[in-house]
C-alpha cells in the first residue's frame, strides 16, 4: 500500500469526534424507589432496550465515515507488486535524462556519445506503450525539459518534432553534468504527470565524475526531494569506446602578465595527447581577437604525452584583446581543441617614485638605479617603454595627483607630511600598491612612528643590522609572483648579491607574508594586503643606491625583479576585480570609474545570447558590474551605453578540466547507489516493456473509498430515519401510558 499525501492519514483522528459527543451527551439518571411506579409503563422499557444496538451502529457508522474520509485524502494506492494484475497494462510517465556533459561529445565508433544516447532513445520509445507518456530532461551547466507535460507516445510527429530533432541538431555539450539534480527534476516532472505508474530512464556514458558518487550528501538531498511515493530509476548505458586520440589544449599563459603594446610577449600552453594512439602532424594557428597571426607544426605526439608550446607576439594596439591557440586535428573530442584567454594590453605603467629630497633641487642620486632599472631604454624605445617612471621630491609629491598612477615607490624616506601619507594610505586603501624601501638614509621614526600612525606599517623595525661575510638570500615564498620570474630558469638568480646591510624588521604577526630572507631568518622582502579592494603594501629592508648592496650594479636579476614588483603593484587592484579567466560559475566582475555615466551595460555569451545588467555606482564614484551567467565555457564580452573608450571587455571561461577525467562507475559504486534506494538497476531499452510491466504504479483506491463513504453516509441518513421514526412512536406510546400517572399526580395531598 502506497499513500501519496501519508500526512492526511494524521486526519484519522477524527473517528473520534463521535465517542466523544457520545460521551459528553449521555444522559444520567438518578433511581428513586416508588411503590406506585413499579408497574407502569413496563412495555415501553422493554421496546427502548431494544433499540440500543441500533444506536451503536448509528455511533460505528459516524465513526467510519470520519475514518473512511481521512482515507480517501491521503490517496491511497494498491502497489502493482501486490496486484500484478490490476497493476499491468495501466500507462505511465516515463521521463529520460540525457547526459548532456562535455565528455557526450566524444566520438565512439562513427558518432559521438550522444548521438548514441539519441539512438538508444529511438529504441526506447519504440517499447513504449502508445497511452504511455515521454518527457525528456537535458541534463548540461543547466538542467531544462524539452516538454513540461509528457507527450503521448502514439503522436509520433510530435515526438519527433518536440524531442528528437531537437536533440540531433543540439550542440556539443561543454560543461559538466549533475545526474543527480537531473534525477531530481526528473523526479518533479514525473509527479506532475496524470498517470499513476512512473519511471525514469537514464541515458549517460557513467563517467563518475556526472553521476557525483563521492556527494553522499546531494544524493541524500535528492532522495529527501523524493519522500512518498518511490519512483523507480533505471540506468542505461550509452557506448563510449574511444578509439581515436584526444588533443587537448591547456590553458592559456601570458607573459609578462601586464603586456605592453609594442613589447614582446609570449602565449604559453601545453599540448597533451590522452591516447590511445599517437597523434601528429598537429598544426597550431595562433588568433588574435579572431584573426589568425600565427602557424606552428608538431610533427608526433606519443600517447599519454605532454608537450609545452610557446608563440611570440606584439600587441600593436593597447586595450582588451582575447587569444585563442586552436587545432583542427580530427581526434575523438573537439571542445578541448581550443583555448581561450582575455588580455588588457598597456600602453603606459605610470609610477611615481617618491625621493627621499625634501626639495626639488638635486639629481635624486639615490634613485638613480631604479629609475634606469624601470626604464632602461629611455631614449632609443621610450615610445614602447611600458614602465613610466617619475621621480619627485617630497615636495613636488604632495602636489601630485596620486591617482593617475598605477603605483608609487617611496625610496629611503627621511619624513613625509602627514597629509600626503594619509593620501597614500587611501591610494592603497583603494586597490593601489605602494612599495617603500628602507635604505641607509630613512628615518627610524618615520619607518616605527608615522608609517604606524598612517596605516602603512608592516612592522617594528629595529636598528641596521651588518656582517662581515654578506648572507644568502633566500626565497621563502616561492608562489609569490614577484619572485617568480627569478625562478624559471631552475635555480635562485640572486644568490650572487652582496649584501652587506639590512634594517632589521619584526613583521606584523598574521598581515605581513615574508618572501625573501637572509640566511639567518632576517626580513629582506615583506608583503601586506590592506584594504578591502586588492590594495597591496610591499616593504624592502635593504636600499637600491648601492650603499647597502651591490644589487644595481652586479645582479642581473635587479632589472626583471624590480620591473616584476611593479607590474604586481599595479595588478594588486584588478587581481580582485578585473579577474578575465575564470573557472566555470566563476564571478564575473567588472570595475570602472564613474565618469562618463553608464546607463546600461550587456554580457554577450559564447552562444550569442545576451544578458542585461545593471551597473551600480559605488562609494568613491566607481562602477561595479557583477554576474554569475558564466557557467558555459567560451568567450564573453561586456559593453557599456553609452560606449566607454575601454570596451568591449572580455572575458574567458575555460573547460572544466575534471570533466574529462575517464574514470566510471565501478560494480561498487552501482552497488552503494542500489543498496541506498537511490537508483533501482541498470537495464537496456531492449527491456523497457518488461520494466514497465512491474514498475511501480498499481490501483488508486480512492474510487472505491468514495464508494464505501456515499454507502456509508446513505446508511447513516436510513437509521437516523429510523430511529426517528422510533422515538415518535414511543413518544406517543409514552403520553398514551403517562396520562393516568398525570390524573394521580393531581391528588390532592400527593407531591
Known amino acids: 500500500m502506497i499513500f501519496v499525501m501519508p500526512i492526511m492519514l494524521a486526519g484519522m483522528a477524527l473517528a473520534a469526534i463521535p465517542v466523544i459527543i457520545h460521551l459528553l451527551h449521555r444522559h444520567k439518571t438518578t433511581p428513586i424507589q416508588w411503590s406506585a411506579m413499579l408497574f407502569l409503563l413496563p412495555s415501553a422499557t422493554a421496546q427502548k432496550q431494544k433499540k440500543l444496538p441500533e444506536h451503536w451502529l448509528l455511533l460505528l457508522l459516524r465513526i467510519l465515515l470520519l475514518a473512511l474520509l481521512a482515507l480517501l485524502l491521503s490517496m491511497p494506492i494498491l502497489s502493482a507488486g501486490g496486484l500484478a494484475i490490476i497493476g499491468r497494462g495501466a500507462p505511465t510517465d516515463v521521463v529520460v535524462v540525457m547526459d548532456h556533459s562535455i565528455s557526450s561529445g566524444m566520438v565512439s565508433g562513427r558518432r559521438t556519445v550522444f548521438a548514441h544516447s539519441i539512438l538508444l532513445l529511438r529504441n526506447l520509445i519504440r517499447h513504449l506503450s502508445p497511452d504511455d507518456r515521454l518527457s525528456i530532461v537535458v541534463a548540461g551547466h543547466k538542467n531544462y525539459a524539452l516538454s513540461h507535460r509528457g507527450i503521448l507516445i502514439a503522436d509520433r510527429s510530435k515526438i519527433e518534432r518536440r524531442f528528437l530533432l531537437p536533440l540531433e541538431h543540439m550542440p556539443a555539450g561543454l560543461s559538466g553534468v549533475s545526474i543527480p539534480l537531473a534525477i531530481r527534476d526528473a523526479q518533479a516532472i514525473a509527479r506532475r504527470g496524470d498517470n499513476l505508474r512512473k519511471v525514469i530512464f537514464v541515458l549517460s556514458n557513467d563517467r563518475a565524475v556526472s553521476w557525483k558518487i563521492n556527494r553522499e550528501g546531494l544524493w541524500r538531498a535528492v532522495r529527501a526531494t523524493a519522500a512518498g511515493r518511490p519512483i523507480p530509476i533505471y540506468s542505461i548505458k550509452v557506448p563510449s569506446v574511444v578509439t581515436q586520440s584526444d588533443i587537448a589544449i591547456g590553458p592559456l599563459r601570458i607573459e609578462p602578465r601586464i603586456p605592453g603594446m609594442g613589447q614582446p610577449a609570449r602565449i604559453i600552453f601545453t599540448l597533451a595527447n590522452s591516447g590511445p594512439l599517437a597523434a601528429g602532424p598537429i598544426r597550431l594557428r595562433l588568433l588574435i581577437n579572431g584573426q589568425p597571426v600565427a602557424v606552428q607544426q608538431i610533427k608526433t605526439l606519443a600517447a599519454g ?233 610591499l616593504a624592502w629592508t635593504t636600499g637600491v643606491s648601492g650603499r647597502m648592496n651591490d644589487w644595481p650594479t652586479v645582479a642581473a636579476s635587479f632589472v626583471p625583479l624590480v620591473n616584476q614588483i611593479v607590474q604586481q603593484l599595479a595588478l594588486s587592484a584588478r587581481e580582485l576585480s578585473d579577474q578575465r579567466e575564470l573557472n566555470p560559475g566563476g564571478m564575473l566582475v567588472w570595475t570602472g570609474a564613474g565618469h562618463p555615466p553608464i546607463s546600461s551595460a550587456v554580457i554577450t555569451l559564447p552562444s550569442k545570447r545576451v544578458i542585461r545588467v545593471h551597473p551600480q555606482l559605488e562609494p568613491g564614484n566607481h562602477y561595479l558590474i557583477t554576474s554569475n551567467h558564466t557557467l558555459e565555457p567560451g568567450l564573453y564580452s561586456l559593453a557599456f551605453t553609452p560606449r566607454r573608450p575601454d570596451e568591449p571587455i572580455y572575458y574567458c571561461v575555460a573547460i572544466d578540466q575534471r570533466q574529462l577525467a575517464p574514470a566510471e562507475l565501478t560494480p561498487a559504486d552501482w552497488h552503494w547507489l542500489e543498496s541506498q534506494d537511490l537508483i533501482t538497476g541498470l537495464t537496456t531499452p531492449d527491456h523497457a516493456a518488461t520494466i514497465l510491466g512491474t514498475a511501480v504504479g498499481g490501483l488508486s483506491l480512492w474510487p472505491w473509498l468514495a464508494i464505501l463513504i456515499l454507502a456509508a453516509m446513505a446508511t447513516e441518513g436510513w437509521l437516523c430515519r429510523r430511529l426517528g421514526r422510533l422515538q415518535t412512536d414511543d413518544d406517543l406510546m409514552d403520553d398514551a401510558h403517562s396520562a393516568p400517572l398525570g390524573d394521580v399526580a393531581r391528588i390532592p395531598g400527593v407531591p
Open 305 to 537: 604525452k605532454t608537450k609545452t608550446g610557446r608563440f611570440k607576439y606584439r600587441f600593436h594596439t593597447a586595450g582588451a584583446h582575447w587569444v585563442e591557440v586552436r587545432t583542427h586535428y580530427q581526434d575523438s573530442l573537439a571542445a578541448d581543441n581550443q583555448s581561450l584567454a582575455a588580455v588588457k594590453v598597456w600602453q603606459h605603467l605610470l609610477v611615481l617614485v617618491i625621493d627621499h629630497q625634501i626639495g626639488p633641487i638635486g639629481g635624486y642620486r639615490d634613485s638613480r638605479f631604479l629609475a634606469a632599472a624601470l626604464n632602461p631604454f629611455p631614449t632609443a624605445d621610450s615610445g614602447t617603454a611600458l614602465v613610466t617612471p617619475t621621480v619627485v621630491s617630497v615636495s613636488q609629491a604632495v602636489q601630485e595627483h596620486l591617482r593617475k598612477f598605477n603605483a608609487i615607490i617611496i625610496n629611503d624616506p627621511l619624513t613625509m607630511p602627514g597629509s600626503l601619507l594619509t593620501r597614500i594610505d587611501l591610494f592603497a586603501r583603494g586597490g593601489g600598491g605602494v612599495w617603500i624601501i628602507a635604505g641607509s638614509g630613512t628615518n627610524l621614526h618615520f619607518l616605527n612612528s608615522e608609517l604606524q600612525s598612517h596605516g602603512l606599517s608592516v612592522g617594528t623595525f629595529g636598528p641596521i643590522q651588518s656582517t662581515k661575510k654578506p648572507p644568502f638570500i633566500i626565497i621563502r615564498n616561492r608562489r609569490s609572483a614577484i619572485v617568480k620570474p627569478l625562478l624559471q630558469a631552475g635555480h635562485n638568480q640572486i644568490v650572487g648579491v652582496t649584501l652587506r646591510q639590512w634594517w632589521g624588521l619584526l613583521p606584523q604577526p598574521n598581515e605581513t607574508q615574508l618572501i625573501a630572507a637572509t640566511g639567518h631568518g632576517h626580513p629582506l622582502i615583506v608583503e601586506r594586503h590592506i584594504g578591502l579592494s586588492g590594495g597591496q603594501v
